[in-house]
Structures are given as C-alpha cells and as structure tokens.
C-alpha cells in the first residue's frame, strides 16, 4: 500500500510539473510534444533511417551509416559511429560514458555541431558519467533516462554512437521540458 501512495505521489508531482511547464510558455503538453515530433523529423530527414534493427544485429558503422529506430514509438535513433570489442554490459554492471548532447529543437538544416552543445566528451579533467545497466533503482542510473542505456543492448562497450533521444527516454529532470537531443556518446567498462 505504501508503494502506491508513493507512487501516486510522484505521478502527480509529475503532472504538476508538465501542467506548470506548459503554462509557463503558453503551449499545451501535446503541443510541446508536436514541436518536438517535428524537430527530430527535421533532422531526420537528411539522414538515412531504417525503421528496425538489423535481424542479425550487424549495424552498419561510420559517419553515413543509417540511423537506426530502437524503439516501435520513435523515439529513440542510434547512428554507430564505430563498434568497440570489450562486451556487452550484463545487468548492474557499471558503465561509464562521455557525451556532448545538441538540442534539437534549435537545429535547422545543416550542422548539428555548429549548435550549443552541453557533455563531458571534450573535457578529459571532467569526470567521466556512468550508470548500473538497467538498475533503474538508483537515482545515479536513473537521472540519465533510459534512453542512453538502450543501444547497449545492441552494441559492446567501446562504441561510438550518435544517439537520438525524445524527452520521455532523456534525463529525469527534464522530462517535462519536452526537448529532443542528439547525442554523441561513447561507452567504457568499469576499470575497477
């Protein structure tokens, strides 16, 4: 019984936030949710996209390689930029990832590198960030959304990706924002 309540508690808090963030810039959630359908299809439509995952898993690698939906909702693409060799992650193990993340809703056609950019990939005196793989129990895995954990289902640890994200796989603190990101990541093995 208790878990519902909290439960309850935190749909609710959800749905305060996404009204109050609706309010605030005078657009309705679905409208939110509308600009960020048409921001991922701007820059979608220059790329090569292919609506499911290879049966045999073997992806396409490099700068024109297709970008992959990972999802059935659309919601999450993956470009393999290069494949590493060190496994796949097993349950809890620890992940780490560097990333540089563009938001979408300010890409017009053309560059997505010439926009704002926000990540610890260029920053080797940042730490790196990581997650428990699919441990959604711990707020440091879970603050980064389900979407950046995703692709390793698919890849080894190693890769090199281009990662598209819609908000409701993004980071947990900003769901209600409704902003759409690509990202660039890469993803290591724990060393300890």
């Known amino acids: 019984m208790k ?22 810039s005078g657009r309705s ?4 949710l509308e600009d ?22 073997v992806f396409e690698v490099g700068p024109d390689a297709p970008y992959y939906q990972l999802d059935g909702e ?15 992650p097993e349950d809890d193990d620890v992940v780490y990832f560097r990333f540089l993340r563009y938001n979408l809703n300010y890409y017009q056609d053309g560059d997505y590198t010439s926009l704002p950019s926000e990540g610890n990939q260029d920053n080797l005196t940042e730490a790196p960030t990581s997650f428990r793989f699919n441990n959604y129990s711990l707020p440091s895995s879970s603050q980064w959304g389900s979407g950046i954990q995703l692709p390793l289902n698919y890849i080894p640890l ?18 209600s ?12 093995r724990s060393q300890i």
Request: aromatic fraction near 12%; charge should be negative; glycine fraction near 6%.
């Open 74 to 88: 659309q919601n999450i693409y993956m470009q393999v930029l290069s494949l590493g060799d060190d496994g796949k």
């Open 158 to 175: 190693g890769s090199e990706i281009n990662l598209i994200v819609k908000s409701q796989y993004g980071w947990s603190s900003e769901i």
């Open 177 to 188: 924002y409704v902003m759409p990101f690509l990202y660039h990541v890469r993803y290591y």
């Open 29 to 32: 959630y679905a409208e939110l």
């Open 3 to 24: 878990i519902k309540n909290i439960a309850g508690s935190l749909m609710c808090v959800f749905a305060l936030a996404v009204f109050l963030q609706s309010c605030e």
């Open 36 to 57: 960020e359908n048409k921001s991922v299809n701007r820059f979608l439509v220059n790329q090569i996209v292919e609506n499911a995952i290879p049966a045999d898993t």
